[in-house]
């Protein structure tokens, strides 16, 4: 009798059957728009494959016609394939793209979502292996801040010196490596003033006696399964056939385990990513798990997608360039077809208020075609910022001169007070254990129910071992809780249970279940007599959120999507500018983009930099890479000499990722009208332009980089009519002048008003400001102060 042989039940499971081969055969008329790269990404289709895409090249495209193909030549079936995305949007335009393709609705893939939507899903089925319960609430960011700070307070530590939101961000990192209490490295276990175990596992107990998961523990959780049950894991290895991988660059160490434990039995995975692209380090992403694949998965096919379909030669090029100072990449060249168009734009500013107020203005010209490329749509153009800071000088600006803008990545709805307080008493009808749920909202609205009465509720339902809900049900039997207090303590208690037995029974529909929980509780009621100016919006929020419900089958499907994605979706009225950070504008493109704020410091960050060192810049380069890769027709990178951070004026050289930049591929370009008094055009010589004052000031213009642009920009009529004669926006420095002025002569400043002279070095002077305090300026950029009426404004 023939033993069993592991490689030839493999062989067999894997090799095409008459069918497959009979279906393969078939006409296939969506590979027709593929790319040879694309096509050939698409039909590699045993084994390990990694789908190097480029910004711009087409992957999503690439990557749903793999499936399409999968189920096209019988290879799989929509069930036996794990597609993965990071966000709901990018599952949602899969399936779409999947359906057109296919010609009609693709059923039967359940399998298709997020890592934490999919995770939700076998987690719900095993629950029980880790200590919940299948109807486990999702915590959100809220609920856990509040829930750590009950623990912090419990064990004794000041919150001030060591905030709930701290330690959140520690236990969040440790879930993000896969790291279980017991598996925290001995270096590591230091964190929280030696106190960050024993918080992580007291946490940890905390949450499966409130039958409760936060974020983390959905990948956690499951990978921990995985580890410790062969059989279940064996299980799903052999039903997901085939699986495919969004954004595979932006991963973490628990994302990348599961994945592995999944594909180690076929081998069949293929993620598509750009490790060019990988600038989420600072919430766990490693770019490592990219770079590594082929060790990862030996015999791996890579094929690179790098004809571009988005940019121009110019900031293809422009980017390109930037990104090859990155040692840690795999390397690949963006092309297009396109013809050649405008030429990256580069161009600086005295502070970041006259860079807003330019860009403004520039916003404005292109709206209205007055620079030679037609109209643009205020939809057609972004900002894009390395900071949400950055953000004010726009939004300030912008409402000055009443040009619409959006802000992309602001408050959400679901993050609104009445849209929380309403989706946990959703929770408490789905799940009575969600503690954190019970204190939200037992005296909301008021019910007399203070500190005194929950703190009662509280003991009844320790001294019981159960529940809040359950405490309080006691409390209430017990007559534990007088006057309306204990009245309105009961009618919650009353309401809650008959509630979360019309849920379990489907008396009535999720939709009308949630418009009774809203008015039996006296939520409604209570804005509806609130007179506040807020209330009506809130109202109108509340309907809103009920609308929302429709679309799902049930109200734990809604309370799991509000969990999955905060998501703002609100349509917006008339065209827009978008203002939003580098981070959030991935995956999105524009016809016109700025990039402000390219200065040291700044961009890159120095707080990355000073964290994370190399690794750190060379993240910071990949999301200038992002930045001018979002651009499809016109790029303008800005940087300015002064900047107000917080509040506080700071100076700043120039990136240094200018100086990456290909001189045959930028214009220069200096302030149109000089902004800041029109010096130079004025003739004045005593002070020139406030932007090269600036420089001067802090030497910014010496880099090698911006003096070989800089030079190239001399005697060159710019491309556009920019208002200002070329002279005026092509002045050199010589820095060789020597100061007039002595100790304790008066001067005048533009920017920083009268001042008393208090030092003299070369040209540099020590200037004591009546307002501003003390600062070092270059000589020629004062004047007497008996001459400040003679600077024009």
């Known amino acids: 009798m023939s033993s069993f042989d592991e490689n030839d039940a493999f062989d067999a499971a894997v090799k095409p059957s008459l069918t497959q081969r009979a279906m393969a055969a078939r006409p296939m008329p969506y590979l027709d728009g593929l790319n040879p790269e694309q096509r050939a990404a698409v039909e590699a289709m045993d084994g390990p494959v990694l789908m190097l895409a480029g910004a711009g090249t087409g992957k999503t495209k690439a990557l749903t016609t793999r499936v399409v193909h999968l189920m096209n030549t019988g290879r799989a079936r929509p069930n036996e394939i794990l597609a993965v995305t990071f966000t709901n949007k990018a599952a949602r335009e899969m399936k779409n793209r999947v359906a057109a393709l296919m010609g009609q609705t693709v059923e039967g893939m359940p399998w298709l979502g997020t890592f934490h939507s999919i995770c939700v899903k076998l987690l719900r089925r095993h629950a029980e292996l880790v200590g919940l319960k299948s109807n486990f609430t ?131 995975i293929c993620c598509v990513g750009d490790d060019d692209q990988s600038i989420y380090g600072w919430r766990g992403a490693e770019v490592g798990n990219i770079l590594r694949f082929e060790k990862d998965f030996p015999g791996a096919h890579v094929v690179r997608l790098e004809q571009n379909y988005r940019s121009t030669p110019h900031i293809l090029a422009a980017a390109s360039s930037v990104i090859a100072g990155n040692a840690g990449r795999l390397g690949k060249t963006l092309w297009t077809e396109e013809q050649e168009g405008e030429k990256l734009r580069l161009i600086g500013h005295w502070d970041g208020e006259e860079e807003a107020r330019w860009i403004g203005e520039e916003a404005e010209a292109l709206q209205r075609g007055t620079r030679g490329m037609g109209p643009h749509s205020l939809d057609d153009m972004a900002i894009l910022v390395r900071a949400s800071h950055q953000m004010r000088a726009f939004e300030d600006r912008f409402l000055t001169i009443g040009l619409p803008y959006r802000v992309i990545g602001g408050p959400r709805f679901y993050e609104r007070l009445e849209i929380r307080d309403a989706m946990a008493y959703f929770r408490l009808a789905v799940s009575p254990e969600d503690d954190l749920a019970f204190e939200r909202i037992v005296n909301t609205p008021k019910r007399g129910l203070g500190d005194v009465a929950q703190k009662k509720i509280q003991a009844m339902a320790r001294a019981n071992g159960v529940s809040l809900v359950e405490g309080a049900q006691l409390l209430v039997e017990a007559k534990g809780l007088g006057g309306k207090g204990g009245a309105e303590l009961s009618q919650l208690v009353d309401g809650l249970d008959r509630w979360a037995r019309d849920l379990r029974a489907g008396a009535i529909s999720h939709i009308e279940l949630a418009e009774t929980i809203l008015e039996e509780s006296g939520y409604t009621g209570m804005w509806q007599n609130d007179k506040t100016p807020e209330a009506p919006g809130r109202l109108e929020n509340l309907k809103e959120l009920v609308k929302a419900l429709e679309q799902f089958e049930n109200l734990q499907g809604f309370l799991e999507h509000v969990s999955l994605i905060m998501d703002n979706e609100q349509e917006a009225e008339g065209a827009k500018i978008s203002v939003m950070t580098l981070h959030a504008a991935k995956g999105l493109e524009f016809p016109v983009v700025f990039l402000p704020g390219w200065e040291d410091g700044l961009f890159p960050s120095q707080r990355s930099m000073d964290e994370s ?55 220069v370009l200096t302030p149109p009208g000089l902004y800041g008094g029109g010096f130079g055009a004025a003739g004045m010589t005593e002070v020139k332009s406030t932007l090269h004052e600036a420089a001067a000031e802090a030497n910014v213009y010496n880099s090698p980089g911006w003096r070989r642009l800089q030079s190239r920009s001399q005697g060159r009529s710019q491309a556009r009519d920019m208002s200002q004669p070329s002279e005026a926006r092509n002045i050199t420095i010589d820095m060789a002048v020597v100061s007039s002025f002595t100790q304790g002569d008066r001067v005048f400043h533009v920017k920083f008003g009268y001042g008393t002279v208090m030092g003299v070095e070369g040209d540099k002077l020590d200037i004591e400001f009546d307002k501003a305090g003390a600062k070092k300026v270059v000589s020629r950029f004062v004047v007497p102060a008996d001459r400040a009426d003679d600077v024009p404004f």
């Not at 999702?138 to 856990?144: G, N």
């Not at 936060?214 to 052999?238: A, E, M, N, P």
């Not at 997901?240 to 994945?259: C, H």
Request: aromatic letters at 10%.
């Open 138 to 268: 999702i915590l959100d960011t809220d609920d856990q801040i509040r829930l750590m700070k009950q623990l912090i307070t419990a064990a004794g530590i000041d919150d001030k010196r060591w905030p709930a939101r701290m330690l959140a961000g520690i236990i969040d990192n440790w879930k993000n490596r896969a790291w279980t209490p017991d598996k925290v490295p001995v270096a590591e276990a230091g964190a929280y003033d030696q106190k960050g175990v024993a918080l992580y596992t007291a946490y940890q107990e905390r949450l499966k006696s409130l039958n409760a998961a936060d974020f983390g523990d959905l990948l956690l959780h499951v990978v921990t399964i995985f580890q410790t049950r062969d059989d279940i894991l064996s299980q799903y290895q052999r039903r997901f056939k085939y699986i495919l991988v969004d954004e595979y660059q932006d991963t973490n160490v628990a994302q990348y385990l599961w994945l592995r434990l999944l594909a180690s039995w076929h081998k069949n």
């Open 613 to 667: 060192g190399v690794k750190g810049l060379e993240e910071e380069r990949r999301l200038a890479y992002v930045g001018i890769t979002r651009a499809e027709q016109l790029c303008t990178i800005s940087f300015a000499a002064n900047r107000r951070v917080y509040g506080q004026w700071q100076s700043a050289l120039p990136s240094r990722f200018i100086d990456e930049l290909p001189e045959d591929h930028v214009d």
